[in-house]
């Protein structure tokens, strides 16, 4: 049985391929690419966010890439000021 795909709109030989590259890079490299990928989501997470709530402050903005990043639980714990920003 096969693995399901990583990507719907990938052929499986070219999906096939990409995972062997992986494998194939030094860990080094595989970092840097997790790196960067996780910088990217976090840009666009904080992108989101200012395009969603225009007027809020910086600090507010940050509360609520907090909760999208920590969840709400663990955000509150570590900002309590979170609170404010949560909807429920």
Known sequence: MRPSPLSLDTAADVESRQIDAWRAMPAVEKAALVTGLTQA???????????????????????????????????????????????R
Request: charged residues 20%.
């Open 41 to 87: 989501a976090f840009a666009m997470t904080a992108a989101g966010v200012r395009h969603r709530h225009p007027d809020a402050t910086p600090f507010e903005q940050f509360l609520r890439v907090a909760v999208i990043v920590l969840g709400p639980d663990l955000a509150q714990k570590a900002y309590p000021e979170a609170a404010q920003v949560i909807d």
